[in-house]
C-alpha cells in the first residue's frame, strides 16, 4: 500500500512538472513569436558599394591575420580611396558578433547621398573593420583581442588625415558595441575623448551569458571604466530594438552612463521594432541615425567637424532620438514670439471640438486659435493633422483689444513640448498634453494655436480637448483567476464623441495587458485610434500599437525594461478618432504572455539553479538518504524566499525530460556512438575500423593512458575540447554498463532453465543485480552533472576550431575553466567520480553538507544582481566537488 501511495505521489509530482514545462515552453514559443510585423523599408545601394583595404603596421598585421580594416566607397569616390585621400569626417563602423564588415553599407550609403542631395560643404568618411566572425558574444577570450584591434584602426584612421582631425565617431552593432566603447577605455595611448559621439544598436549593456572569468574580467573593467566617457564629454547613444530584438532584449539594450537610452519604438518618424539584424538595414532608423550626425557638425569650423560643444551635439541627438517637434532638421524654438497683426482670431468655449479649413474659403493672414485657461477642466490635449509650422503652440497675455475682442500681441513658446505623433494614413500629426496649473507665465490668459497661410493651402485639422485628468482614466481588469478574486468586477469604459485622450495606470504585479478598442458612431470611414505604452522609469522606451478599421485588435502589450526599484507604475496614453464613441477593454494579459515575460527576463537563470539542484541531488546520493527532508525543505523555503520556485520547478522538469532521453539514448543509440568513436579513432590514426575498434575497447582497460591522451589535448589545442571529449566517453561507458547489466540479467534467466547443463551451475544474485543497477543510476546522475558542467566549454571549442587554421592552440582560453577542465577530465577517465554502495558514517555526513550547502550557494547566485556573472563559477565550483566526491572513494 505504502509503494502504491509512492508511486502515485511521484506519478503526480511528475505530471505536474511536464504541465508546468509545458507551460514554460508555450512561454517561450510566445516570447519568440508574438511581435509585430517588420515593416521597415529596405535600404539600397546607389552604386555598387565598394570596400578598399587599409594596411596597419607589420607587427599588427602579423598580429591579428583574422582581421582587417576597410574604407567603404561608392563611384568615384573609390577612386580616393584607393589613393588614400581623405577629407572628410570619420566614422569607424564595428560589427557584432559573427557580423561582417559589409554591414556598414547601409549607413555609409545613406550617407553619402544626403550629402550630395543637401550640397553640403562636407561628407562622412566610412570606415569598418573585419572580425573574423569570432563568438565573442559567448567568448571572452576574443574580446579583448578585438579591442585592442579596433584601438590600432583608430589611431591607423586619424593618422590618414592630412588635416587637423582628433575626432573620430564610432558606431557599434552588438558586441560591436561594446568593442567600440573598450577601445577608447581598456587599451593603452588612447583615451575616451577621443570619441565624440558614440552609438551602440542592439549592444549587450548587460549580458545574459558569461560563460568564462575572462568575458567577466572584461565587462566588470569595462563598466568601471564607463564614466571616463562622460568625464571626456563624448555623447552616447545606445539603441535598442524592441520586443523584435530576440537576441539582445530592451533591459540589455540600455546603458547605464548613456546620454540617451531609446528603442526604435520610440524614435521619431521611426516608430517600428526592428529585430537584431534589421537595426542595420532599417530605412527610417538609419536615416534618423545620419540625420543625427549631419546636424551634429559645427559649419563655423574649417573644415566643418563634429561640434565640439557637448550640448550642441546633445540638442541634435535628443531632437532626432528622444524629441523631434518639428521637421527632419534640428530646429531652435525662440522662448518668445511676437504674433503678426492682422491675423483670425477665434475663441470657442467648447471644451471638444474641432477646427478645419474644410469648408472654409482661402485665408491669406494667419489664424489664432484660443483656448481659455481655467482652473477647471486643469488638462489639455491638441492633436493636428498636416500643420506644418515649426512655431504653432503658444501661452499668451489677451491684453490688446481687436474689434470686439481681447487679442494677444505676443506669446511664451509651448512648441518644444510638442511631439510628432505616428499615423496609419502617412499625414504629418503632432500632439501636446498640457496640464494647465502647469503654466506658470504671469498673467496668462490663453493658449494660443497659430495656423500660417501656408498652413491653410492645403487641409488642416485641430482637434481640442479639455478635460479633468480623474475622468480620462481607464480601469484594468485582472485575467489572472487570483487577480479576478482579489479585483472587483470592472466595466469596459465607454467614451463620447470628441473625446481624444485616456489615461491607464498598470499596478506592478502586471508584465503584460490586453487592449481592445470598439468604435462605434463613426463618422468617418477611415478612423484609427494609437495607443502607446509609456515606462516611466526611461521616457526612451515608449511602444505605440495602431487601432484602424481594418485591424481592431485586441492587441497584446508588455513591460520591456520593468525597474524593480522604481515606484513609478507604466502606463497607457491612449489617442482616440474623434469622429467616433469607443468602447475601451483594457486586461491582464492571460498566464501565457505573463510566462512569455519571465522567459525573456530570467531564462538565464535555469542553468546556475540547474546546477544547484544537482549539487543537492548528489548530497543526498553520497549519504544515502540521510537528512533527505531536512535538505529538501531548506532547499524549497530558499527557493521561495528568493523568488526562485518558478525556475526551481522548470529546472526539475528539464532534469526529468533530459534524463528519459539521455536514458533512451544509452538504450538505443549506444552502438551509434561507439561506431563514431572507432571511424573518428581509425580517421585520426588512419587504421582500420577493426584495428580502432580493438585499441578503443583496450583504452577502455587502460583509464589511465586514456586519462594521458586526453589530458594531452589541454596544451596541445584546449581545455574545452579534451573536457568535450570525456563526455563522450563518459558516455561510452554508460553504455558499456548498461550492456554488462542486459548480460547479467540473460544469464540469470538462463539459469533458471536446467535443461541447458551449460548454465545449470549458474546462481542469480539479485544483491548483485540490485548494487548493478544502483552503480548505473549514480554514473547517470554524474554523468548529468558532467553534460551541464561542459555548457561553458561549448563556446571555447567553437572559437578553437573556427581559428584552428591561424594557430592549433587556443592561448586565450580562460585559465579557471582549464584548471577545471583538467580536474573533471581527470577524475572521469580514471574513474574516481563514483559514490561509495555503502553509507560511510560521518565521512558521507560531511561531505554530504558540503556538496548541499555548494549547491544552495549556487541557488542564491540566482538572486543575487547581476546573476549572470556568477555563471562561470559552476565548473570550478563542480570541480571541487567532484575533487571531494573522487578523495572520498579512493582513500581509504
Same mark, same amino acid.
Given at each position: 500500500?505504502?509503494?502504491?501511495?509512492?508511486?502515485?505521489?511521484?506519478?503526480?509530482?511528475?505530471?505536474?512538472?511536464?504541465?508546468?514545462?509545458?507551460?514554460?515552453?508555450?512561454?517561450?514559443?510566445?516570447?519568440?513569436?508574438?511581435?509585430?510585423?517588420?515593416?521597415?523599408?529596405?535600404?539600397?545601394?546607389? @552604386?555598387?558599394?565598394?570596400?578598399?583595404?587599409?594596411?596597419?603596421?607589420?607587427?599588427?598585421?602579423?598580429?591579428?591575420?583574422?582581421?582587417?580594416?576597410?574604407?567603404?566607397?561608392?563611384?568615384?569616390?573609390?577612386?580616393?580611396?584607393?589613393?588614400?585621400?581623405?577629407?572628410? %569626417?570619420?566614422?569607424?563602423?564595428?560589427?557584432?558578433?559573427?557580423? $561582417?564588415?559589409?554591414?556598414?553599407?547601409?549607413?555609409?550609403?545613406?550617407?553619402?547621398?544626403?550629402?550630395?542631395?543637401?550640397?553640403?560643404?562636407? +561628407?562622412?568618411?566610412?570606415?569598418?573593420?573585419?572580425?573574423?566572425?569570432?563568438?565573442?558574444?559567448?567568448?571572452?577570450?576574443?574580446?579583448?583581442?578585438?579591442?585592442?584591434?579596433?584601438?590600432?584602426?583608430?589611431?591607423?584612421?586619424? $593618422?590618414?588625415?592630412?588635416?587637423?582631425?582628433?575626432?573620430?565617431?564610432?558606431?557599434?552593432?552588438?558586441?560591436?558595441?561594446?568593442?567600440?566603447?573598450?577601445?577608447?577605455?581598456?587599451?593603452?595611448?588612447?583615451?575616451?575623448? %577621443?570619441?565624440?559621439?558614440?552609438?551602440?544598436?542592439?549592444?549587450?549593456?548587460?549580458?545574459?551569458?558569461?560563460?568564462?572569468?575572462?568575458?567577466?574580467?572584461?565587462?566588470?573593467?569595462?563598466? $568601471?571604466?564607463?564614466?571616463?566617457?562622460?568625464?571626456?564629454?563624448?555623447?552616447?547613444?545606445?539603441?535598442?530594438?524592441?520586443?523584435?530584438? /530576440?537576441?539582445?532584449?530592451?533591459?540589455?539594450?540600455?546603458?547605464?552612463?548613456?546620454?540617451?537610452?531609446?528603442?526604435?519604438?520610440?524614435?521619431? #518618424?521611426?516608430?517600428?521594432?526592428?529585430?537584431?539584424?534589421?537595426?542595420?538595414?532599417?530605412?527610417?532608423?538609419?536615416?534618423?541615425?545620419?540625420?543625427?550626425?549631419?546636424?551634429?557638425?559645427?559649419? !563655423?569650423?574649417?573644415?566643418?567637424?563634429?561640434?565640439?560643444?557637448?550640448?550642441?551635439?546633445?540638442?541634435?541627438?535628443?531632437?532626432?532620438?528622444?524629441?523631434?517637434?518639428?521637421?527632419?532638421?534640428?530646429?531652435?524654438?525662440?522662448?518668445?514670439?511676437?504674433?503678426?497683426?492682422?491675423?483670425? =482670431? %477665434?475663441?470657442?468655449?467648447?471644451?471638444?471640438?474641432?477646427?478645419?479649413?474644410?469648408?472654409?474659403?482661402?485665408?491669406?493672414?494667419?489664424?489664432?486659435?484660443?483656448?481659455?485657461?481655467?482652473?477647471?477642466?486643469? +488638462?489639455?490635449?491638441?492633436?493636428?493633422?498636416?500643420?506644418?509650422?515649426?512655431?504653432?503652440?503658444?501661452?499668451?497675455?489677451?491684453?490688446?483689444?481687436?474689434?470686439?475682442?481681447?487679442?494677444?500681441?505676443?506669446?511664451?513658446?509651448?512648441?518644444?513640448?510638442?511631439?510628432?505623433?505616428?499615423?496609419?494614413?502617412?499625414?504629418?500629426?503632432?500632439?501636446?498634453?498640457?496640464?494647465?496649473?502647469?503654466?506658470?507665465?504671469?498673467?496668462?490668459?490663453?493658449?494660443?494655436?497659430?495656423?500660417?497661410?501656408?498652413?491653410?493651402?492645403?487641409?488642416?485639422?485641430?482637434?481640442?480637448?479639455?478635460?479633468?485628468? #480623474?475622468?480620462?482614466?481607464?480601469?484594468?481588469?485582472?485575467?489572472?483567476?487570483?487577480?479576478?478574486?482579489?479585483?472587483?468586477?470592472?466595466?469596459?469604459?465607454?467614451?463620447?464623441?470628441?473625446?481624444?485622450?485616456?489615461?491607464?495606470?498598470?499596478?506592478?504585479?502586471? #508584465?503584460?495587458?490586453?487592449?481592445?478598442?470598439?468604435?462605434?458612431?463613426?463618422?468617418?470611414?477611415?478612423?484609427?485610434? %494609437?495607443?502607446?505604452?509609456?515606462?516611466? =522609469?526611461?521616457?526612451?522606451?515608449?511602444?505605440?500599437?495602431?487601432?484602424?478599421?481594418?485591424?481592431?485588435?485586441?492587441?497584446?502589450?508588455?513591460?520591456?525594461?520593468?525597474?524593480?526599484? !522604481? #515606484?513609478?507604475?507604466?502606463?497607457?496614453?491612449?489617442?482616440?478618432?474623434?469622429?467616433?464613441?469607443? @468602447?475601451?477593454?483594457?486586461?491582464?494579459?492571460?498566464?501565457?504572455?505573463?510566462?512569455?515575460?519571465?522567459?525573456?527576463?530570467?531564462? +538565464?537563470?535555469?542553468?546556475?539553479?540547474?546546477?544547484?539542484?544537482?549539487?543537492?541531488?548528489?548530497?543526498?546520493?553520497?549519504?544515502?538518504?540521510?537528512?533527505?527532508?531536512?535538505?529538501?525543505?531548506?532547499?524549497?523555503?530558499?527557493?521561495?524566499?528568493?523568488?526562485?520556485?518558478?525556475?526551481?520547478?522548470?529546472?526539475?522538469?528539464? /532534469?526529468?525530460?533530459?534524463?528519459?532521453?539521455?536514458?533512451?539514448?544509452?538504450?538505443?543509440?549506444?552502438?551509434?556512438?561507439?561506431?563514431?568513436?572507432?571511424?573518428?579513432?581509425?580517421?585520426?590514426?588512419?587504421?582500420? *575500423?577493426?584495428?580502432?575498434? =580493438? /585499441? /578503443?575497447?583496450?583504452?577502455?582497460?587502460?583509464?589511465?593512458?586514456?586519462?594521458?591522451?586526453?589530458?594531452?589535448?589541454?596544451?596541445? *589545442?584546449?581545455?574545452?575540447?579534451?573536457?568535450?571529449?570525456?563526455?563522450?566517453?563518459?558516455?561510452?561507458?554508460?553504455?558499456?554498463?548498461?550492456?554488462?547489466?542486459?548480460?547479467?540479467?540473460?544469464?540469470?534467466?538462463?539459469?533458471?532453465?536446467? =535443461?541447458?547443463?551449460?548454465?545449470?551451475?549458474?546462481?542469480?544474485?539479485?544483491?548483485?543485480?540490485?548494487?548493478?543497477?544502483?552503480?548505473?543510476?549514480?554514473?547517470?546522475?554524474?554523468?548529468?552533472?558532467?553534460?551541464?558542467?561542459?555548457?561553458?566549454?561549448?563556446?571555447?571549442?567553437?572559437?578553437?576550431?573556427?581559428?584552428?587554421?591561424?594557430?592549433?592552440?587556443?592561448?586565450?582560453?580562460?585559465?579557471?575553466?582549464?584548471?577545471?577542465?583538467?580536474?573533471?577530465?581527470?577524475?572521469?577517465?580514471?574513474?574516481?567520480?563514483?559514490?561509495?554502495?555503502?553509507?560511510?558514517?560521518?565521512?558521507?555526513?560531511?561531505?554530504?553538507?558540503?556538496?548541499?550547502?555548494?549547491?544552495?550557494?549556487?541557488?542564491?547566485?540566482?538572486?543575487?544582481?547581476?546573476?549572470?556573472?556568477?555563471?562561470?563559477?559552476?565548473?570550478?565550483?563542480?570541480?571541487?566537488?567532484?575533487?571531494?566526491?573522487?578523495? +572520498?572513494?579512493?582513500?581509504?
Amino acid at each position: 500500500m505504502i509503494k502504491i501511495k509512492s508511486v502515485l505521489i511521484y506519478g503526480a509530482s511528475f505530471l505536474f512538472l511536464m504541465l508546468l514545462l509545458l507551460f514554460y515552453i508555450l512561454g517561450a514559443a510566445r516570447y519568440i513569436t508574438d511581435f509585430e510585423e517588420n515593416t521597415c523599408e529596405m535600404t539600397y545601394m546607389f @552604386e555598387y558599394p565598394q570596400y578598399v583595404r587599409i594596411s596597419l603596421d607589420d607587427e599588427t598585421e602579423e598580429r591579428y591575420p583574422r582581421y582587417g580594416l576597410y574604407a567603404y566607397g561608392e563611384g568615384f569616390v573609390t577612386e580616393k580611396l584607393r589613393r588614400m585621400y581623405f577629407s572628410g %569626417i570619420p566614422v569607424l563602423f564595428v560589427p557584432g558578433n559573427a557580423g $561582417s564588415h559589409e554591414q556598414v553599407r547601409s549607413l555609409a550609403s545613406v550617407s553619402l547621398r544626403k550629402g550630395l542631395k543637401d550640397r553640403t560643404p562636407f +561628407h562622412f568618411d566610412y570606415f569598418t573593420v573585419s572580425l573574423g566572425k569570432d563568438y565573442s558574444g559567448l567568448y571572452g577570450g576574443v574580446l579583448m583581442e578585438e579591442t585592442l584591434y579596433v584601438s590600432h584602426c583608430i589611431q591607423k584612421i586619424l $593618422s590618414l588625415y592630412k588635416t587637423n582631425i582628433e575626432n573620430i565617431v564610432l558606431i557599434g552593432h552588438s558586441m560591436g558595441g561594446i568593442v567600440a566603447k573598450g577601445s577608447i577605455l581598456l587599451t593603452p595611448n588612447i583615451n575616451a575623448s %577621443i570619441a565624440n559621439i558614440i552609438i551602440t544598436l542592439g549592444a549587450p549593456h548587460t549580458p545574459r551569458l558569461v560563460l568564462d572569468s575572462t568575458f567577466a574580467s572584461y565587462y566588470h573593467n569595462f563598466q $568601471s571604466r564607463l564614466s571616463e566617457i562622460k568625464d571626456a564629454g563624448t555623447s552616447v547613444v545606445s539603441i535598442g530594438g524592441g520586443p523584435r530584438d /530576440l537576441l539582445v532584449t530592451s533591459t540589455q539594450s540600455l546603458d547605464s552612463t548613456a546620454n540617451i537610452n531609446v528603442l526604435s519604438t520610440n524614435i521619431p #518618424d521611426v516608430w517600428k521594432s526592428t529585430d537584431h539584424l534589421s537595426l542595420l538595414w532599417c530605412k527610417q532608423l538609419v536615416l534618423s541615425i545620419v540625420r543625427s550626425l549631419f546636424d551634429s557638425v559645427d559649419y !563655423s569650423q574649417r573644415p566643418p567637424k563634429i561640434s565640439s560643444n557637448p550640448e550642441e551635439r546633445m540638442r541634435a541627438l535628443s531632437y532626432h532620438f528622444r524629441h523631434r517637434a518639428s521637421g527632419k532638421k534640428l530646429y531652435e524654438y525662440k522662448e518668445t514670439m511676437q504674433f503678426e497683426p492682422g491675423g483670425e =482670431w %477665434i475663441e470657442d468655449i467648447r471644451r471638444h471640438y474641432v477646427w478645419s479649413n474644410k469648408d472654409s474659403s482661402k485665408r491669406t493672414s494667419s489664424v489664432y486659435l484660443m483656448i481659455r485657461l481655467n482652473e477647471q477642466p486643469d +488638462h489639455l490635449t491638441i492633436d493636428t493633422v498636416n500643420l506644418e509650422s515649426k512655431d504653432w503652440l503658444f501661452a499668451c497675455t489677451a491684453s490688446s483689444i481687436q474689434g470686439q475682442s481681447r487679442v494677444c500681441n505676443w506669446g511664451w513658446n509651448l512648441t518644444n513640448r510638442t511631439r510628432i505623433l505616428p499615423d496609419p494614413l502617412h499625414r504629418l500629426r503632432k500632439t501636446v498634453d498640457l496640464s494647465l496649473r502647469e503654466i506658470k507665465y504671469p498673467g496668462a490668459t490663453h493658449v494660443i494655436i497659430k495656423i500660417t497661410p501656408g498652413d491653410l493651402e492645403k487641409y488642416v485639422a485641430v482637434n481640442i480637448d479639455l478635460y479633468s485628468y #480623474d475622468t480620462r482614466l481607464v480601469p484594468i481588469r485582472g485575467s489572472v483567476p487570483l487577480l479576478k478574486t482579489l479585483l472587483p468586477r470592472l466595466k469596459a469604459k465607454r467614451t463620447d464623441i470628441g473625446h481624444i485622450r485616456y489615461y491607464a495606470t498598470l499596478v506592478n504585479t502586471m #508584465d503584460a495587458i490586453t487592449v481592445e478598442l470598439k468604435a462605434f458612431e463613426c463618422t468617418d470611414p477611415k478612423h484609427h485610434a %494609437i495607443v502607446e505604452f509609456i515606462e516611466p =522609469w526611461n521616457i526612451g522606451t515608449t511602444q505605440i500599437q495602431f487601432f484602424t478599421v481594418v485591424d481592431n485588435g485586441p492587441k497584446t502589450m508588455k513591460v520591456q525594461t520593468g525597474d524593480k526599484d !522604481s #515606484d513609478a507604475t507604466p502606463s497607457l496614453r491612449i489617442t482616440l478618432d474623434s469622429a467616433c464613441s469607443y @468602447e475601451i477593454n483594457i486586461q491582464e494579459s492571460g498566464i501565457i504572455d505573463q510566462l512569455s515575460c519571465i522567459v525573456r527576463d530570467r531564462w +538565464h537563470l535555469l542553468y546556475t539553479t540547474i546546477i544547484s539542484i544537482l549539487l543537492v541531488f548528489l548530497s543526498i546520493k553520497v549519504n544515502h538518504g540521510c537528512e533527505k527532508l531536512p535538505t529538501i525543505a531548506v532547499t524549497i523555503i530558499l527557493s521561495y524566499c528568493y523568488g526562485l520556485m518558478l525556475e526551481c520547478l522548470v529546472s526539475l522538469a528539464i /532534469l526529468c525530460v533530459f534524463t528519459i532521453a539521455l536514458c533512451c539514448s544509452i538504450i538505443f543509440l549506444g552502438s551509434v556512438a561507439h561506431s563514431i568513436a572507432v571511424r573518428f579513432l581509425a580517421r585520426a590514426i588512419a587504421f582500420s *575500423t577493426t584495428w580502432s575498434d =580493438w /585499441l /578503443l575497447g583496450g583504452l577502455n582497460q587502460l583509464p589511465f593512458i586514456t586519462t594521458i591522451l586526453v589530458l594531452s589535448l589541454i596544451p596541445a *589545442t584546449c581545455g574545452a575540447l579534451a573536457m568535450i571529449i570525456s563526455v563522450f566517453l563518459y558516455f561510452l561507458n554508460l553504455t558499456r554498463m548498461y550492456e554488462d547489466y542486459l548480460e547479467e540479467l540473460l544469464m540469470a534467466s538462463l539459469s533458471h532453465f536446467n =535443461w541447458m547443463g551449460r548454465f545449470r551451475n549458474t546462481k542469480d544474485n539479485p544483491e548483485e543485480h540490485e548494487n548493478t543497477r544502483r552503480k548505473i543510476f549514480n554514473h547517470l546522475i554524474l554523468f548529468i552533472i558532467w553534460c551541464f558542467t561542459a555548457v561553458p566549454a561549448i563556446p571555447s571549442a567553437l572559437v578553437w576550431a573556427k581559428n584552428f587554421s591561424y594557430d592549433m592552440k587556443l592561448s586565450t582560453e580562460d585559465p579557471l575553466l582549464v584548471h577545471s577542465w583538467t580536474v573533471l577530465v581527470a577524475c572521469s577517465t580514471l574513474g574516481w567520480v563514483q559514490i561509495p554502495p555503502n553509507n560511510l558514517g560521518n565521512r558521507s555526513r560531511v561531505l554530504a553538507r558540503i556538496l548541499y550547502f555548494s549547491g544552495w550557494v549556487v541557488l542564491l547566485m540566482g538572486a543575487a544582481p547581476r546573476a549572470s556573472f556568477y555563471q562561470y563559477y559552476m565548473p570550478p565550483i563542480v570541480a571541487g566537488a567532484v575533487t571531494l566526491i573522487a578523495l +572520498h572513494f579512493i582513500v581509504p
